[in-house]
């Protein structure tokens, strides 16, 4: 099978092509280095069965040309901003790199008669109203920041272009998803800020935000499981775990991995890290749990497993 990895320079799409090539398939990756980094995919340079096209995908004529010179049978869509934080700054970001990078690929797969689409969307999409275990036909859907917006608005591109075009299209809602070749978040924030001041450590609201946090290989896993799923349409899937693991935890954690004590946690104050951050959620996994999938690592697990992967930078 030949796939084609969007983003694939990234923290995600890298180890999702590293499993995809594992598994015998050709792919072929595309990433602007936005947030993706070259060292990421250095150790394929000399894989026959792997291509590399540094571009961006945000340009529609570039797109384009990636599908007319290549013939694939499966599209894995990572490309997006993936720093919340950033875009909160300029929602263009999101716009570009998000939603429109998006659009792009699905006129290309109708252009071009490619059926089979991944889709990252991701749990910004619920937004901070929905109380309780969120399912995946959980709602009203009003995401808060850019980046849920986005990918919401993403979402509703592939349910029409799948409905207008017979695609296949598998759709997972992230939560945080953490290890190695981590580029940004609490975890890789934590460590760089520790390294510069090992006394103290300061952290975005009060601590007791509190989320799931998945390991990027229990993630892959999952996508190889279901990725074969061939329902024409849509189908959506949380993906997750049951625990949950809070910011003052997960500085604990660092904190012990790194051998620090008596660190002085200077928190900032209120209940989250930046405007458009949702301090707590939770997930119904019911769905791909009937799917024969669970995470092999529970959050905390999946914390404390990402902190040693980045301190010796294991890719």
């Known amino acids: 099978m030949k796939c084609f990895v969007t983003g694939g320079a990234g923290f995600i799409g890298s180890h999702l092509t590293d499993a995809l090539l594992k598994d015998g398939h050709s792919v072929v990756c595309a ?120 990918k919401l608005s993403a979402e509703a591109f592939i349910h029409s272009f799948s409905h207008m075009n017979d695609f296949s299209s598998l759709v997972f809602r992230f939560p945080n998803v953490i290890g190695s070749r981590l580029t940004h978040g609490v975890v890789y924030d934590f460590i760089a800020k520790l390294k510069k001041d090992k006394q103290n450590l300061e952290i975005l609201g009060d601590g007791t935000q509190v989320k799931p946090y998945l390991h990027v290989s229990d993630l892959i896993n999952a996508i190889s499981h279901l990725k074969n799923i061939e329902e024409t349409g849509v189908v959506i899937y949380n993906i997750g775990v049951e625990s949950k693991t809070s910011v003052t935890a997960i500085a604990d954690i660092v904190c012990n991995e790194m051998g620090l004590k008596n660190v002085n946690y200077n928190y900032t104050g209120g209940n989250i890290g930046w405007k458009g951050d949702v301090p707590t959620f939770e997930y119904d996994l019911q769905k791909i749990s009937t799917m024969g999938w669970s995470a092999k690592y529970t959050s905390d697990e999946a914390v404390r497993k990402t902190v040693k992967e980045v301190l010796t930078c294991k890719l």
């Open 31 to 150: 990433d602007n280095f936005l947030i993706g980094k070259p060292e990421n995919l250095a150790h394929l340079r000399n894989n026959n069965n792997f291509i590399f096209y540094e571009t961006d995908l945000a340009e529609k004529a570039n797109v384009n040309e990636i599908f007319k010179k290549e013939k694939f049978d499966y599209i894995f869509h990572l490309a997006a901003n993936s720093d919340i934080r950033e875009s909160a700054k300029n929602p263009e970001i999101e716009y570009k790199n998000t939603l429109l990078t998006t659009y792009n690929i699905l006129e290309c797969m109708k252009l071009y008669n490619v059926k089979r689409l991944f889709f990252s969307s991701t749990s910004a999409v619920y937004g901070e109203k929905i109380t309780g275990p969120m399912g995946e036909i959980s709602g009203p859907l009003e995401p808060i920041s850019y980046y849920g917006s986005a």
